[in-house]
C-alpha cells in the first residue's frame, strides 16, 4: 500500500446517506480473488444506464468531477453487508480519502486495514464541504500527520484517528507487512521450537 502524511487533491460531492456496500460494489462483481480491477465497477448501478452507457447525470461521471481522490458523503456511508470489496472498489477507482458524517462500523474498519482513509466529521461542517465540492474545481488538503482538513477557502478543522491506524496508513502498511516486520523474530522462534 502507497501512505501518506499529506494529501492535496481534488474532492467531489457524493450528497446521498446511507449508501451501502452493495450500492459501492454490487454483488454480482465479487467473483475477483485480488484486490485490483473493482473500480470500473464502483457505484455500477449508478454509473451506468440499462445499455451499457455511462449516466451522464451522476456524480462520478462529470467531466468537473473526474481524477479525484477524495470523496465527501453523507451520513451512515458504507452501511450493509461487511464485503471488503468497498474499500478496494473506491482505492480502485482512485480514492484515497472519504469524508462523511457518519460511518458504518464495519465499513470503518475494512478502510482502515485497506489503506483508505475515513474521515468523520461533524453534519454542519460535512454540509460546508458538499456545498462547496459542488463547484468545481474544488481542493482539500488532509493533513494525516496533523489530523486536519483545510480547504483554500480559509476553512479548517481536525479529525481524530487512532494511532495504531494513523501510523499504519501514514507508512503504508498493511497487517501482513506489520508481521513480516518481525520475520526474524518468528524465525528465530521457529529454530527454537524445533
Same mark, same amino acid.
Request: aromatic content about 12%.
Given at each position: ?94 480514492? $484515497? ?7 458504518? =462500523? ?5 478502510? %482502515?486495514? *485497506? !489503506?483508505?482513509?475515513? &474521515? ?32 483554500? $477557502? ?7 484517528? =487512532? ?5 499504519? %496508513?501514514? *507508512? !503504508?502498511?498493511?497487517? &501482513? ?18
Amino acid at each position: 500500500m502507497s501512505g501518506f502524511k499529506t494529501l492535496m487533491a481534488k474532492a467531489i460531492a457524493f450528497d446521498r446517506a446511507n449508501v451501502d456496500t452493495d450500492q459501492i460494489i454490487p454483488k454480482q462483481f465479487l467473483k475477483r480473488i485480488e484486490k485490483t480491477g473493482f473500480g470500473k465497477f464502483l457505484f455500477n448501478d449508478w454509473r451506468y444506464q440499462a445499455d451499457g452507457n455511462l449516466n451522464p447525470d451522476f456524480e462520478l461521471n462529470k467531466e468537473e468531477n473526474q481524477q479525484a481522490a477524495i470523496l465527501i458523503a453523507n451520513e451512515n456511508f458504507g452501511c450493509g453487508s461487511s464485503r471488503e470489496h468497498a474499500p478496494w472498489a473506491l482505492m480502485d477507482y482512485g480514492f $484515497k480519502v472519504i469524508i462523511a458524517p457518519t460511518f458504518a =462500523d464495519i465499513f470503518h474498519q475494512n478502510c %482502515l486495514k *485497506n !489503506g483508505l482513509l475515513p &474521515i468523520a466529521l461533524p453534519k454542519d461542517q460535512v454540509r460546508y464541504l458538499l456545498d462547496s465540492a459542488k463547484v468545481q474545481p474544488y481542493q482539500l488538503t488532509i493533513d494525516l500527520a496533523e489530523e486536519k482538513v483545510t480547504d483554500n $477557502k480559509g476553512f479548517s478543522t481536525e479529525f481524530t484517528i =487512532d494511532q495504531y491506524w494513523k501510523s499504519m %496508513l501514514v *507508512n !503504508g502498511w498493511d497487517e &501482513i507487512e506489520i508481521t513480516m516486520q518481525l520475520d526474524d523474530k518468528i524465525t528465530e522462534y521457529e529454530y527454537a521450537i524445533r
